[in-house]
């Protein structure tokens, strides 16, 4: 099963490098070549995501939901989060917020939703009030009453930015295929985790997730849009690859219990170092149960 691990990800690697944005950086001829990528280029690549094989449900003999927080000021999860300035870098970097927020704009994401559940569809529209705060200044506020017309300068106008991104959380189900013989895990859905916005300029903000965004519908645009790599620039990673392949570090806060999934904080509160080590208690119970079966 590790062979086949291995195989999967040395194609995988492979796929993206012929899909680098800089593309024909070494025969370009002037800088407007760089990125431009040539009719046989074209031809001859097949880049798309792996595919996800069909899984019965009667292959399935153990099976945990969980959701889990990606914390974005870990180094190993600064692929997710940068560039956030991108006036001075080239259009094919960008961040994972500016991805998806990008898409969802221009309908490539067209399904959007107010849970972790995707039982309450959202519209773009909806949104824009937890990613927008217009104020009017005091100034301002007088020109009103004074029965003028309001200017510009006196509105202040706050958007959450990438740079306002805090966290990420992600929602998956572990899994272990009788038929394969191995435990496995399903990302399911993804969500964008900045301060509210009516409280972003205080000193302890409110954290509230945007938006979820159920993962296979997103998985031909994030697998387009591609991660900087620091080991190597010619080989990037898709953002589809980098959450798919687990290439990020996250902690469970909370699993699907009979107690309405509550979370790790409503019943180990106030103790943050008591909630890490019950995060990992539940780690070890979903890994133990596929090291369990070869037990004997």
């Avoid at 099976?63 to 259009?91: C, H, Q």
């Avoid at 927020?101 to 067209?110: M, W």
């Amino acid at each position: 099963m590790k062979l086949k691990s291995f195989l999967l990800t040395v194609t995988a690697v492979f796929a993206v490098s012929g899909a680098f944005a800089q593309a024909n950086i070494l025969n370009a001829k002037s800088p407007q070549e760089i990125g431009v990528r040539t009719d046989e280029q074209k031809a001859i690549d097949n880049d798309k995501p792996l595919e996800y094989g069909y899984v019965d449900d009667r292959d399935i003999l153990f099976a945990k939901m969980t959701w889990e927080k990606v914390v974005l000021d870990e180094r190993s999860n600064f692929p997710l989060y940068y560039p956030i300035d991108t006036n001075n870098i080239g259009s094919n970097r960008r961040s994972l917020y500016d991805v998806l927020i990008k898409n969802i704009k221009n309908g490539n994401i067209e399904n959007i939703y107010d849970d972790s559940y995707f039982t309450g569809k959202r519209t773009l529209k909806d949104i824009e009030s937890a990613l927008v705060r217009i104020d009017t200044t005091e100034l301002g506020i007088e020109q009103i009453n004074a029965g003028e017309e309001l200017s510009a300068e006196y509105i202040n106008r706050r958007d959450i930015t990438a740079a306002d991104i805090k966290e990420y959380r992600i929602k998956g189900l572990w899994y272990f295929d009788k038929r394969q013989a191995e435990m496995k895990y399903r990302l399911l859905g993804i969500a964008p985790v900045a301060p509210d916005v009516n409280t972003i300029d205080q000193d302890t903000p409110d954290l509230v997730p945007l938006f979820w965004v159920f993962f296979p519908d997103a998985r031909n645009v994030l697998h387009e849009a591609k991660a900087f790599n620091n080991e190597n620039s010619s080989i990037p990673f898709s953002f589809d690859h980098i959450l798919n392949a687990r290439r990020f570090h996250g902690y469970i806060y909370k699993e699907e219990n009979v107690q309405g999934d509550r979370a790790i904080t409503e019943y180990v509160a106030q103790n943050s170092l008591m909630q890490l080590l019950e995060s990992d208690r539940i780690k070890d119970k979903i890994r133990d149960f596929e090291l369990d079966m070869w037990t004997y």
